[in-house]
């Protein structure tokens, strides 16, 4: 049996010697290798923090004391340590969360993994702890460097300094990257700090000679290190930072010292008022292909070979984001108008490959989506075509500024989403599955959902030519998969997928539900039902051709992989009403629930969006006249329609 394998809880830790506890260490990073190569994971951040993470559980007592990890990344370490060391179904259907799940455990705490809220969270624990007389209970808040550039960070710290009687610790994790290296002012700033010689000379080493004299000389380290301390902040004027937040400061520590880690721990938790902590850490640590990967040490992978951090994946079609990469480079080149923006996800989004080709037209502005969007907001004013690429569930973030600073502005700025829809793994707060509704609510926006690369690559030409209103690119997680060629395209764009001689039921696709839809269409064909099958390519406004399809069917059905509350089959039904068209409206998405882990297709059969559901439930309502407005078929119908499709493989 393994040390790692006799810790059932944090208490555990407790009796461990300072061997042991190195042991410990070493063997929590054998089993994350070991383990996330199989599933898929975050590997990089979750390294890094191994010792850092063992110091926090050894000085603090979860869950009486709140740990809160912000983004929740990182927390691989922090379920081991409380008791969940079965990863074989990691962010899998029924198997661990990659991030923190309070189902899962009383030591998880926050959920989002949305980075930079930390701190936020932290203030309002320690607020109500000091409110209902807990004051001996204390707020532990990690953070990493890169969510030092979100401004909800700093909003979070102002209020946190106006109080300073709470027993909060914020534990700043500073490996000088989020997904990237850490860019902007404070990354510069902190770079000084991990890279100055006086603080590696006089720090980092320090401790070894002081050891070399055993244990006469670690009890001298421990005297002389207030004094060295006090050395170190002259020397690397880290206290300036934060002497005006009026925030005790500890550091730098390096991260990876477990005996060091554990005394800044204890001092911060003994001080009784607002502490950090800065702690210096490599992402990777311990697994030399990780600490060797220049874009992101592995910040996200999928299945590798442990012994080389090689991919063991099949290769297969080309993903969204790849055809974006390429595309976006393609009419970059031709048009010297078109500036790219990202907030810190300059690789995961595909802006690498034109930030390469023209560093100086690219922003990476950290982890701050809506400086990003307002930004762009500017760049349009300026002459500029400004492309925005984020996570789909991190336009969530930047409302408001899409809202007031784009929109109300006139501004051309297309915004590309990607991992829109159902993304799988990463579970309920990276699903991208409310930028339809959210969005569509904004005056003179366009919303555009390519089916496959082809749609992408016309899409984002069509996009970037628009300089007065702002554009919306949203596609999903993974391949593009099969490409499906339109019988024919009407004036206005809409694609006619399919087409039959009995206009029983018109379905409507948005993006990748394509070819779903056009299954569904042949099991109704089965059963001597005719569907058409159109995909709008701009779903918002409503195309005036899909209202006019409408009117021509019995029975509209919408498809889409966003949330059915407020979705686009909602605005359909809206705009056929307007237009006095009373064809009977069934509006197919995901349910407003947050959606567990697991993947697309798992997901999107718990849901009920599968073409077997929809196809029975779509018979069961034409044949039993269970639809408003909807003539029953004419009985014995031997003609089932003539079908055209055409699919093509890329």
Do not use: C
């Not at 534990?171 to 700033?189: E, K, L």
């Not at 399919?498 to 409507?508: F, R």
Request: aromatic share 6%.
């Amino acid at each position: 049996m393994t040390l790692l394998e006799t810790i059932h809880g944090p208490r555990d830790l407790d009796g461990l010697t300072r061997a042991e506890l190195v042991q410990l260490a070493g063997e929590v990073r054998d089993f994350l290798v070991r383990e996330v190569s199989k599933t898929g994971g975050h590997l990089g951040p979750n390294l890094g923090v191994v010792e850092l993470t063992i110091a926090i559980h050894r000085v603090f007592d979860s869950p009486t004391d709140a740990i809160v990890f912000d983004t929740g990344h990182q927390t691989y370490v922090h379920k081991l340590l409380t008791g969940r060391q079965d990863f074989s179904k990691l962010r899998r259907l029924t198997g661990l969360a990659g991030y923190p799940q309070r189902r899962e455990s009383v030591h998880d705490i926050v959920e989002s993994s949305h980075a930079s809220s930390s701190l936020s969270w932290a203030d309002g624990i320690s607020r109500a702890f000091e409110m209902t007389g807990q004051r001996d209970r204390h707020v532990v808040a990690v953070v990493g460097d890169g969510s030092l550039t979100g401004g909800m960070t700093w909003e979070a710290l102002n209020n946190i300094s106006d109080d300073n009687t709470r027993r909060l610790i914020i534990v700043v994790n500073d490996n000088g990257r989020s997904y990237a290296p850490t860019i902007g002012g404070m990354a510069r700033f902190l770079n000084t700090v991990r890279t100055r010689r006086s603080y590696r000379t006089a720090y980092l080493h320090s401790r070894d000679v002081f050891d070399k004299l055993g244990a006469p000389g670690r009890a001298m380290y421990r005297g002389v290190r207030g004094g060295l301390h006090g050395f170190l902040s002259k020397v690397t004027n880290n206290e300036a930072l934060y002497s005006n937040l009026d925030i005790k400061y500890i550091g730098p520590i390096d991260g990876h010292d477990l005996e060091a880690m554990q005394e800044a721990l204890s001092q911060a938790k003994n001080y009784g008022a607002p502490v950090i902590v800065h702690a210096i850490t490599q992402k990777g640590k311990g697994y030399e292909p990780a600490v060797q990967d220049s874009a992101d040490q592995f910040h996200a992978v999928g299945q590798i070979d442990p012994e080389t951090g090689e991919s063991i994946e099949l290769p297969g079609k080309p993903s969204y984001t790849s055809v974006f990469a390429d595309e976006l480079l393609r009419l970059a080149t031709e048009n010297d108008r078109i500036v790219a923006i990202t907030a810190a996800m300059l690789r995961p989004t595909g802006l690498h490959k034109m930030a390469e080709r023209f560093p100086d037209r690219v922003h990476d502005v950290g982890i701050a989506e809506q400086h990003a969007v307002t930004s762009a907001a500017g760049l349009a004013f300026g002459g500029l075509h400004p492309v925005v690429a984020l996570y789909a569930t991190f336009i969530n973030r930047a409302f408001d500024q899409v809202l007031m600073d784009v929109a109300l502005h006139q501004a051309g700025v297309t915004f590309v989403l990607d991992r829109a829809g159902v993304t799988g793994p990463d579970g309920p707060s990276h699903h991208g599955m409310w930028d339809l509704a959210i969005l569509q609510v904004i005056p003179n926006i366009r919303l555009a959902a390519p089916r496959d690369s082809a749609r992408l690559r016309e899409e984002l030409a069509e996009a970037v030519l628009v300089d007065d209103a702002p554009t919306v690119l949203r596609f999903p997680k993974g391949s593009t998969g099969t490409e499906y060629d339109a019988v024919r395209r009407l004036p206005d764009g809409v694609d006619v997928l399919l087409e039959s001689s009995e206009q029983d039921v018109l379905i409507v696709t948005v993006g990748p539900m394509a070819g779903m839809g056009l299954e569904i269409a042949e099991r109704l064909a089965a059963q001597g039902i005719g569907a058409t099958v159109i995909d709008p390519r701009w779903v918002v406004p409503v195309p005036k051709s899909v209202i006019e399809l409408a009117a021509a069917h019995r029975i509209l059905v919408s498809l889409e992989d966003g949330i059915r509350v407020g979705g686009i089959g909602t605005r359909i039904r809206q705009d056929l009403r307007e237009a006095g068209v009373d064809t009977a409206v069934t509006e197919l998405g995901l349910p407003d629930q947050f959606l567990d882990h697991g993947t697309r297709a798992e997901i999107l059969e718990r849901v009920g969006l599968t073409p077997q559901r929809i196809a029975r439930d779509v018979v069961a309502m034409v044949l039993g006249s269970k639809i408003p407005h909807a003539k029953p078929l004419p009985p014995n119908r031997a003609d089932t329609g003539s079908i055209t499709v055409t699919r093509r493989d890329t």
